[in-house]
C-alpha cells in the first residue's frame, strides 16, 4: 500500500512523464506497479502513471522484435513470435521472472530497472542482438549490454525506458537457457543464456551470459573469443570458460555460496552454449 500518497499524475506524452518525475524529488514511475507497490515505501508521495503513454506492445516484423516497456512480463511470453524467436528464449527466460500472477502486472521495462544479480531477461537479452531506448528527456537508443553497464547512471539520471528491440537471428542459430533454482519455476539463483550461429558447420557467432554468479548478469567474452570458429565439445567449452569464470565475484546468500554460485556457473554455461551448439548445426 502506498499510505502517504499525495500526487498521481497521469501523462499523455513521454516528455512530459520524464519532466514530471525530473522535477519532483519524491516522484517516481508506475508501470505495472507490481515492485512500487509491494515496497511500500512510506516516503514515496508522487507517482507518474505511465499507462497512457502507449507503450505496452509487442509486435513482430519481419526484421525485429519490439517490446513497450510497460508491455506485461506475461503479454511478452503469450506473443506467438516469442516462443519462436532465438529457440523461445525470451520467453523462457521470463517465465522464471515472477509468478503467473505477477507478471500479468509487472511491466517489462520495471524488470529491468528492478533487476537483482540473477535476473533471468536480462541475462537472456544480454546474448541477443537487441537495444534499448530510454528518454531523458530526448529518446536515446544503446546497446543492451551498454544499459546493463550503465543502468544505475540512468536510475540516477531518472530516464524512462521506452523500448525494446530485438533483432531477428538468421536462420542457421540457436539459443540456449539453464537455471538452478530451489524448484523448477522458482527464480533462479544462477542462469546461463548462450547463442550460436554456424556457418559451414562451425560457430561464427557466440554470445554467452551468466546471472547469479557476479554482481550483476555478465557476457562471457573471453570464452566466445576462444571458441569462436572451433569445433565444440564439452571439454573444450569447459577449459574456455575457465577465465571468464576467473573474473566473477559471487555474492553469497541464504540460497547459494560462492562456491556454489561459481560452481554452477560453469556447469550451466557450459550446458546452454552445447544446447544452443546443437540446435544450430540442426538447422545447418
Same mark, same amino acid.
Given at each position: 500500500m502506498l499510505r502517504n500518497l499525495k500526487h498521481y499524475?497521469?501523462?499523455?506524452?513521454?516528455?512530459?512523464?520524464?519532466?514530471?518525475?525530473q522535477s519532483n524529488a519524491n516522484a517516481v514511475y508506475l508501470g505495472g506497479? #507490481?515492485?512500487?507497490?509491494?515496497? *511500500?515505501?512510506?516516503?514515496?508521495?508522487?507517482?507518474?502513471?505511465?499507462?497512457?503513454?502507449g507503450l505496452d506492445y509487442v509486435e513482430a516484423t519481419l526484421a525485429e522484435f519490439k517490446i513497450g516497456a510497460t508491455a506485461s512480463l506475461?503479454?511478452?511470453?503469450?506473443?506467438p513470435d516469442a516462443a519462436l524467436l532465438a529457440s523461445g528464449l525470451l520467453a523462457r527466460?521470463?517465465?522464471?521472472?515472477?509468478s503467473r500472477?505477477?507478471?500479468e502486472q509487472?511491466?517489462?521495462?520495471?524488470?529491468?530497472?528492478?533487476?537483482d544479480a540473477a535476473e533471468p531477461l536480462t541475462t537472456a537479452l544480454l546474448v541477443l542482438d537487441a537495444d534499448i531506448r530510454y528518454a531523458d528527456p530526448v529518446v536515446h537508443k544503446a546497446p543492451f549490454m551498454s544499459f546493463v553497464a550503465y543502468r544505475d547512471r540512468l536510475i540516477k539520471a531518472r530516464a524512462l525506458i521506452t523500448e525494446l528491440r530485438v533483432q531477428r537471428p538468421p536462420a542457421k542459430s540457436a #539459443?540456449?537457457?539453464?537455471?538452478? *533454482?530451489?524448484?523448477?519455476?522458482?527464480?533462479?539463483?544462477v542462469c546461463a543464456a548462450a547463442y550460436v550461429e554456424v556457418d559451414e558447420g562451425l560457430p561464427n557467432a557466440m554470445r554467452v551470459a551468466v546471472g547469479g554468479a557476479h554482481?550483476?548478469?555478465?557476457?562471457?567474452?573471453?570464452?566466445?573469443?576462444?571458441?569462436?570458429?572451433?569445433?565444440?565439445t564439452s571439454d573444450k567449452v569447459t577449459q574456455a570458460l575457465a577465465p571468464a569464470l576467473a573474473d566473477l565475484s559471487p555474492v553469497a546468500d541464504f540460497r547459494g555460496s560462492a562456491e556454489y554460485r561459481l560452481a554452477m556457473a560453469g556447469v550451466l554455461a557450459r550446458r546452454a552454449i552445447m544446447g544452443a551448439w546443437q540446435a544450430a548445426r540442426r538447422l545447418s
Amino acid at each position: 500500500m502506498l499510505r502517504n500518497l499525495k500526487h498521481y499524475k497521469r501523462p499523455t506524452k513521454i516528455e512530459d512523464a520524464v519532466a514530471l518525475v525530473q522535477s519532483n524529488a519524491n516522484a517516481v514511475y508506475l508501470g505495472g506497479g #507490481a515492485w512500487t507497490v509491494a515496497q *511500500g515505501d512510506p516516503s514515496l508521495e508522487f507517482v507518474v502513471d505511465l499507462q497512457d503513454l502507449g507503450l505496452d506492445y509487442v509486435e513482430a516484423t519481419l526484421a525485429e522484435f519490439k517490446i513497450g516497456a510497460t508491455a506485461s512480463l506475461q503479454a511478452l511470453i503469450d506473443h506467438p513470435d516469442a516462443a519462436l524467436l532465438a529457440s523461445g528464449l525470451l520467453a523462457r527466460a521470463a517465465g522464471y521472472v515472477q509468478s503467473r500472477n505477477l507478471r500479468e502486472q509487472g511491466s517489462v521495462g520495471g524488470t529491468l530497472i528492478i533487476a537483482d544479480a540473477a535476473e533471468p531477461l536480462t541475462t537472456a537479452l544480454l546474448v541477443l542482438d537487441a537495444d534499448i531506448r530510454y528518454a531523458d528527456p530526448v529518446v536515446h537508443k544503446a546497446p543492451f549490454m551498454s544499459f546493463v553497464a550503465y543502468r544505475d547512471r540512468l536510475i540516477k539520471a531518472r530516464a524512462l525506458i521506452t523500448e525494446l528491440r530485438v533483432q531477428r537471428p538468421p536462420a542457421k542459430s540457436a #539459443a540456449g537457457f539453464e537455471v538452478v *533454482g530451489r524448484s523448477p519455476k522458482d527464480k533462479p539463483i544462477v542462469c546461463a543464456a548462450a547463442y550460436v550461429e554456424v556457418d559451414e558447420g562451425l560457430p561464427n557467432a557466440m554470445r554467452v551470459a551468466v546471472g547469479g554468479a557476479h554482481a550483476q548478469p555478465v557476457r562471457f567474452h573471453k570464452t566466445e573469443h576462444i571458441l569462436s570458429g572451433q569445433f565444440l565439445t564439452s571439454d573444450k567449452v569447459t577449459q574456455a570458460l575457465a577465465p571468464a569464470l576467473a573474473d566473477l565475484s559471487p555474492v553469497a546468500d541464504f540460497r547459494g555460496s560462492a562456491e556454489y554460485r561459481l560452481a554452477m556457473a560453469g556447469v550451466l554455461a557450459r550446458r546452454a552454449i552445447m544446447g544452443a551448439w546443437q540446435a544450430a548445426r540442426r538447422l545447418s
